[in-house]
């Protein structure tokens, strides 16, 4: 992302020759012009930058994929990679090392590298690291000093995670049908 772009998921545009909907949008702040239209997976959801912002992921939450994008050239970069049943969000840890993304269809979050070549976003070497949560339908995905913080909308909790293991360390009520997840800074408040 450069200065004075904002990007925008476009969930349900249709594009041509492309069997499922959805789009990313790159918005010229100034102006509120389009600047760039990238086709990605089914109803593109939540997207995140990885380190430097040389990269972003978008979730198709419609789907089983998460796309990788240049932001420089706004790209795709390969083929959409199979992540798991509706990647709904995306997050990464603050070092740039990986990316974590939530499996809504199932109870899992999963965690992906953000180096490039073979051990990149759609490495198989990568398809294991999968953290498995007491919850059901994790959405929301937040990161704070090495914790994971998921919102299980199909069961009405919340999953603290510890990124570097991918063990759940809490399993707690949230109220009805969370969405959303956030922590602050320290990792001590979700």
Request: charged fraction near 10%; charge should be negative; aromatic fraction near 8%.
């Amino acid at each position: 992302a450069g200065t004075g772009e904002v990007w925008v998921c476009a969930q349900f545009q249709d594009w041509p020759g492309k069997l499922e909907d959805g789009v990313v949008q790159v918005i010229d702040a100034a102006t509120w012009t389009v600047t760039h239209v990238i086709p990605v997976g089914n109803n593109p959801h939540n997207l995140w930058f990885g380190a430097a912002s040389s990269q972003a992921v978008v979730t198709s939450w419609f789907d089983n994929t998460v796309t990788r994008i240049d932001a420089a050239s706004k790209l795709v970069i390969g083929s959409d990679c199979i992540a798991g049943a509706a990647p709904a969000h995306v997050t990464s840890d603050h070092a740039g090392i990986y990316w974590y993304f939530t499996l809504e269809g199932s109870n899992h979050v999963r965690r992906f590298t953000q180096a490039g070549g073979s051990s990149g976003l759609c490495s198989m070497t990568m398809m294991s690291s999968i953290a498995p949560l007491g919850g059901f339908g994790p959405h929301g995905l937040w990161y704070a000093n090495g914790l994971l913080v998921s919102a299980n909308s199909m069961d009405s909790t919340l999953s603290i995670v510890d990124a570097s293991t991918l063990s759940e360390l809490a399993l707690l009520p949230a109220g009805m049908m969370p969405m959303g997840a956030s922590a602050n800074s320290g990792g001590t408040l979700a």
